[in-house]
């Protein structure tokens, strides 16, 4: 009988020692309620196995099974996938939206403004062919042209950079979570204790993969010891354990371009530049960089080379005034020879242009001041379709690629609009789940209370039973 009492209080113990765990893990819940991916946690009690005395069966109380992080693993990849989307959404829009703004009338002078401006000065001269500060307004209308060709080329250069720039630092952070994330993978080894979790450690490695892929693309799964293996486009393996590659960035000498290196945990450097453009931030930045804002350059380039050629090609012919009507054969545009293509950012007024605005060759027939039939020849190249084979003008060009910039601008926009609805649906299916309820957590203090103030009665009232007994022994 004694030692069937002693068996009760025992049970009481360890049904107050369960109590004090449930304590102790909703006051853990309701301390991070509101820290950024945790994950709630739940005690998970059962009933030890039960003992045979003589020719009964009895129960011996319950003990802790495992404390566990509520977590559904599908809504994590679900919701790691979309939040992936929406960086990249939101990055194509930011990249976007800068390179809209070097082509925003409301914010610079365009080359479509100024390249009106040139040939409404032309108009104005062909009326005036004699008049210095008529042809003077001419050479400096072409002057700003120039300047809107060179400055959108340098702005756009300059985008690359910095878009280089932010690269590097995205590198710098991919890095420095794989390595946060196989010194995690080291502690749950060595905290996790068969079902017991190291559920705050778990939360952690979570929430970096996340990170990692709104970064780049990638995939995790847990192997057989428990350890999170990350694999990034491609398949290439970027983290396995505790054991974890390195990303590098190498620039392209005399260009904007920096490639992307991968360095696995044996040491092979490999060129991953392609392979990173698949998805996340990283590879988006590479599509603005290389695609959006390339194109842009290149366009300009090719503008800036067939309205130069195309205008000196006529001026050419004509005969310019005051010491420049005897002869003709000059360029009004220079820097248009380059060998690596990139004429906007050369393209400037010939010097004898700049130098003497009479250069400026009006006139069809040498010695004719009056005479301006070159003149209306240039006015006409305005709206000539001289570029696309004969199909374009140069302001269709330019608002041709400025219209699709503004096309990829609004595709961008409600691509993101869309990814955020649905990001913002998972979020919520998981926080339903994961997410700490301060009303549930305040009835489970209530509950553990009661059970803690229960198994107490239990230890006394056991208590008092053996007290009687040894007093029957007297």
């Given amino acids: 009988m004694s030692g069937s009492l002693t068996h009760i209080m025992n049970m009481g113990s360890e049904s107050l020692m369960n109590s004090r765990m449930g304590l102790d893990v909703t006051g853990h819940n309701i301390a991070n309620a509101h820290v950024d991916g945790y994950s709630r946690q739940s005690v998970i009690v059962g009933p030890r196995d039960p003992m045979r005395f003589g020719q009964h069966t009895f129960g011996q109380g319950a003990n802790v099974k495992s404390v566990e992080r509520v977590h559904d693993r599908f809504i994590e990849s679900q919701y790691r996938k979309e939040l992936q989307a929406v960086s990249e959404k939101e990055t194509a829009q930011s990249g976007l939206q800068r390179l809209e703004n070097l082509f925003n009338p409301d914010i610079t002078s365009t080359i479509r403004d100024r390249m009106n401006s040139f040939f409404n000065g032309l108009r104005e001269l062909a009326n005036y062919p004699e008049e210095p500060a008529v042809r003077t307004h001419v050479m400096e209308m072409g002057s700003n042209l120039t300047q809107s060709f060179r400055g959108n080329h340098a702005d756009i250069v300059t985008v690359q950079k910095d878009i280089n720039t932010e690269v590097v630092s995205e590198i710098e952070l991919l890095n420095k979570r794989l390595e946060e994330i196989a010194g995690l993978n080291q502690r749950i080894l060595e905290m996790s204790n068969g079902p017991n979790q190291a559920g705050d450690l778990l939360d952690q490695r979570d929430k970096l993969i996340r990170e990692i892929s709104q970064t780049m693309d990638c995939k995790s799964y847990e192997n057989e010891r428990g350890m999170t293996v990350i694999r990034g486009p491609g398949s290439m393996l970027l983290l396995e354990g505790v054991h974890y590659g390195k990303f590098e960035t190498e620039p392209i000498t005399e260009d904007v371009h920096n490639k992307i290196f991968f360095r696995d945990p044996s040491g092979t450097k490999t060129d991953v530049t392609e392979r990173t453009r698949g998805g996340g931030k990283i590879g988006q930045l590479l599509t603005n960089r290389d695609e959006y804002a390339q194109r842009l350059r290149d366009e300009i380039n090719v503008l800036a080379k067939e309205f130069g050629e195309s205008f000196n090609n006529v001026h050419r012919l004509g005969y310019g005034g005051r010491g420049y009507d005897t002869g003709n054969g000059r360029d009004f545009f220079d820097g248009l020879d380059r060998q690596d293509g990139e004429y906007a950012a050369s393209i400037q007024l010939?010097?004898?242009?700049?130098?003497?605005?009479?250069?400026?060759?009006?006139?069809?027939?040498?010695?004719?001041?009056?005479?301006?039939?070159?003149?209306?020849?240039?006015?006409?190249?305005?709206?000539?379709?001289?570029?696309?084979?004969?199909?374009?003008?140069?302001?269709?060009?330019?608002?041709?690629?400025?219209?699709?910039?503004?096309?990829?601008?609004?595709?961008?926009?409600?691509?993101?609009?869309?990814?955020?609805?649905?990001?913002?649906?998972?979020?919520?299916?998981?926080?339903?789940?994961?997410?700490?309820?301060?009303?549930?957590?305040?009835?489970?203090?209530?509950?553990?209370?009661?059970?803690?103030?229960?198994?107490?009665?239990?230890?006394?009232?056991?208590?008092?039973?053996?007290?009687?007994?040894?007093?029957?022994?007297?």
């Fill in 350 to 474: 010939a010097e004898n242009i700049s130098a003497d605005p009479f250069a400026i060759g009006c006139a069809m027939s040498p010695e004719a001041p009056g005479d301006n039939a070159i003149l209306v020849e240039l006015v006409k190249l305005q709206g000539a379709p001289v570029l696309d084979n004969g199909h374009s003008t140069f302001q269709a060009v330019y608002d041709r690629f400025v219209g699709h910039l503004g096309n990829e601008m609004a595709k961008a926009k409600d691509e993101l609009t869309a990814s955020n609805v649905v990001a913002s649906q998972l979020k919520a299916q998981k926080e339903a789940l994961s997410g700490v309820s301060l009303d549930e957590e305040a009835s489970n203090l209530i509950k553990y209370q009661h059970l803690f103030a229960a198994s107490s009665r239990v230890i006394t009232t056991a208590d008092e039973f053996m007290k009687t007994i040894l007093e029957l022994k007297r």
